[in-house]
C-alpha cells in the first residue's frame, strides 16, 4: 500500500487543518489508520487512530476535543480534523496503516508499518 499525506501548511493559533491520507495499492476496508507527527528533535507520536471498523478511536491526550480522526472507505482515504491549532503542534504528520487487517481496536503501535510520507504543519503564534 502507497499512502499519501497532504493538507499540511502553515496557520495560525486558533486556526484549522484538515489532513488527507490517500491509500493506493490496497483498500483500506479492513484496515486500521493513524496520525503520528514528529516535532523537530522529538520521536514520532502517535496523535490519533482509527480501528478497520470505526468503532473504535485513540487520541493522544494533548489533542484530545480538538483533532478528529475519520475515514472514508469508498474514497479510500483518512483524514485528521485539526481545531484549535497551538503552536506546539506543529511537526511534520504521517499518516500510517498496519499490514494487518481488522486487528482489534486499533492495534499496537508497532503494526503500523506502512507509512506516508509526511505533511509539514506549522502553527504560528
Known amino acids: 500500500v502507497q499512502l499519501q499525506a497532504s493538507g499540511g501548511g502553515l496557520v495560525q493559533a486558533g486556526d484549522s487543518l484538515r489532513l488527507s491520507c490517500a491509500a493506493s495499492?490496497?483498500?483500506?476496508?479492513?484496515?486500521?489508520m493513524a496520525w503520528f507527527r514528529q516535532a523537530p528533535g522529538e520521536e514520532r507520536n502517535l496523535v490519533a487512530a482509527i480501528s478497520w471498523s470505526g468503532g473504535s478511536t485513540y487520541y493522544a491526550d494533548s489533542v484530545k476535543g480538538r483533532f478528529t480522526i475519520s475515514r472514508d472507505n469508498a474514497k479510500n482515504t483518512a483524514y485528521l480534523q485539526m481545531n484549535s491549532l497551538k503552536p506546539e503542534d506543529t511537526a511534520v504528520y504521517y499518516c500510517a496503516s498496519p499490514s494487518h487487517n481488522h486487528l482489534e481496536g486499533i492495534g499496537g503501535i508497532s503494526e503500523y508499518d506502512n507509512w506516508g510520507q509526511g505533511t509539514l504543519v506549522t502553527v504560528s503564534s
Open positions: 495499492g490496497r483498500t483500506i476496508s479492513g484496515y486500521a
